[in-house]
C-alpha cells in the first residue's frame, strides 16, 4: 500500500527548526519559525502557567472527558478575551469550542464550511501564513487569494484588496488576520477594517478571523479591535484563536473557534454542527492547555501577571524592530529597513531574494523563512550585530 509514497517536501516553516538544530555553527541565528524567544534566545514558560500549573496539579480531582466542545470554562473566558464586553455575548449569539492549537480552530472552520457548503470558496490574503492552505484545502475548501501585500513598497496593498474582495460570492469565506499578520507584519488600520466589515455586510459573504497573535500588536484590545468591529457590523462571524503565543502554550495545544450567529437558536445549531465536526476528527480535544488558560483568567492576580509577562514579550519585540533598523544602518546596510519598525507582531519581510536566503543559511547561519519572513523575537542585542552585518553581505 504505501510502496507508492513520494517524500513530500519539508515544510517551510517548521522545516527549517530540523535544519536549523543540526547546523554546528556557534552563532547560528533562528528567524523562522513564530515563537517567542528572550534575550538569550530562551523560549520561558510564563511565570503565570507556572502557578497555574501548579494550582491544577493539588486541585484536580479527575480525568473524565469534558466532551467535544471541551471546558465550558475555557470557551466563555476566551469569547470574552477575544471580543471584550461585546453585544454578541450579551445577545447570546456565540458558541466557542476549544481545540488543539490555532491551526486545529482553523481546520475545524474549515470543516464546518464545508459542511454547509461542500467545496465552498476561502479567500486568503497573498501572502498568509504557509499552512492556511493546506488546512483549508484538507478540509475540502476551494481557495482563491486576494492582493494584501504590497512587495515594492513594503505597504498594505488595500486597494488591490478591495477591488478582489469586491468579487467575492455571497456563499463564499474570507480569512483576515486580527492583527500581526504572518507573515507580512502589516495591519489593517480602523479606517479599512470598517471599509472590509461593510464590505462584507453588503456582499454577505462570511468573514474568518484568524487570531493567533492577540497581545503581540498593541495590546490585547487593540489587537481584537478589527474583529469586534466585524462581529458589530456582520450578523455571522468565525473566529479562530489561539494560546500558543500569548500564553506562550505552544506544545499544549490550545485554541478555539467561535461561531457568531444571527440569534441565539442559530448559534445553537451551529455549535451542534460544528460538534459533530469535532466528534468525526479527534472526539475531544485536550484539556490541559484550556486549564492553565481558564485557570489564569479566572484570577485576578493571575491574569495581572499574564498581563505583565504579555506586554513584556511585546515590548522586547518592538525594541528588537528598533534595534534592528538602527543597527543595519550602522552596519553598513544603505537599503532602507524603517518599515520595520511601522509593523506589527513577530514577523517582517526582509525583502531579500531566494539566494540571498540561502546564502544567509549556507555562510552565515541564519535561518529565515524562504518568503525572507523573519521573526523579530529570534533577535537580541548579543546577535544583532552578526545578524546586519551578514545581511550587510548578502546585500
Ligand atoms: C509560524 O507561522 O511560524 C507559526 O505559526 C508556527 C507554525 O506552526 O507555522
Redesign the pocket.
Known amino acids: 500500500m504505501f510502496s507508492q509514497l513520494q517524500q513530500p517536501p519539508a515544510d517551510p516553516?517548521?522545516g527549517l527548526s530540523v535544519k536549523f538544530k543540526a547546523d554546528s555553527n556557534p552563532n547560528k541565528i533562528d528567524l523562522?519559525?513564530?515563537?517567542y524567544k528572550d534575550e538569550v534566545g530562551h523560549t520561558p514558560i510564563l511565570s503565570c502557567v507556572k502557578a497555574a500549573e501548579n494550582f491544577r496539579f493539588e486541585n484536580e480531582t479527575t480525568k473524565v472527558y469534558l466532551g467535544s466542545a471541551g471546558s465550558a470554562l475555557f470557551n466563555d473566558k476566551i469569547a470574552t478575551l477575544i471580543l471584550g464586553d461585546h453585544k454578541v455575548i450579551n445577545e447570546n449569539r456565540v458558541r466557542t469550542i476549544s481545540t488543539p492549537g490555532g491551526?486545529g480552530a482553523l481546520r475545524m472552520a474549515g470543516e464546518f464550511i464545508n459542511r454547509c457548503k461542500p467545496g465552498a470558496t476561502i479567500w486568503v490574503s497573498n501572502p498568509t501564513?504557509?499552512?492556511h492552505q493546506g488546512v483549508f484545502k484538507a478540509a475540502g475548501l476551494t481557495i482563491k487569494t486576494y492582493p494584501y501585500y504590497d512587495y515594492e513598497n513594503k505597504c498594505l496593498d488595500f486597494d488591490g484588496m478591495i477591488e478582489a474582495l469586491k468579487l467575492v460570492a455571497k456563499d463564499d469565506a474570507v480569512l483576515l488576520h486580527a492583527c500581526c499578520h504572518?507573515?507580512s507584519g502589516m495591519d489593517l488600520n480602523k479606517e479599512q477594517w470598517q471599509e472590509v466589515a461593510e464590505l462584507a455586510n453588503d456582499i454577505g459573504f462570511t468573514p474568518v478571523v484568524d487570531i493567533?497573535y492577540q497581545g503581540f500588536g498593541q495590546g490585547l484590545d487593540v489587537d481584537a479591535f478589527g474583529l469586534r468591529l466585524m462581529a458589530n457590523t456582520v450578523e455571522e462571524v468565525i473566529i479562530c484563536s489561539s494560546c500558543?503565543k500569548n500564553f506562550g502554550l505552544y506544545r499544549e495545544r490550545i485554541g478555539a473557534c467561535s461561531v457568531i450567529g444571527k440569534s441565539a437558536t442559530s448559534a445553537d445549531i451551529m455549535h451542534s454542527v460544528l460538534l459533530t465536526v469535532v466528534r468525526v476528527n479527534y472526539s475531544m480535544p485536550p484539556a490541559h492547555g484550556a486549564a492553565i488558560v481558564e485557570t489564569i483568567l479566572s484570577s485576578d492576580e493571575l491574569t495581572a501577571q499574564w498581563h505583565e509577562e504579555l506586554k513584556g514579550m511585546r515590548d522586547r519585540i518592538s525594541d528588537m524592530r528598533q534595534l534592528l533598523v538602527n543597527k543595519l544602518a550602522t552596519n553598513g546596510v544603505t537599503r532602507d529597513f524603517s518599515f520595520i519598525t511601522t509593523q506589527n507582531g513577530m514577523f517582517s519581510f526582509l525583502g531579500i531574494d531566494k539566494d540571498q536566503i540561502q546564502r544567509l543559511k549556507d555562510e552565515f547561519g541564519i535561518y529565515v523563512v524562504g518568503s525572507s519572513r523573519i521573526?523579530i523575537a529570534g533577535v537580541s542585542p548579543s546577535n544583532v550585530d552578526y545578524l546586519t552585518q551578514s545581511i550587510a553581505k548578502v546585500l
Not at 32 to 35: A, V
Request: proline share 13%.
Open positions: 516553516i517548521l523562522g519559525p513564530g515563537i491551526t501564513w504557509a499552512n504572518n507573515p493567533a500558543s521573526n
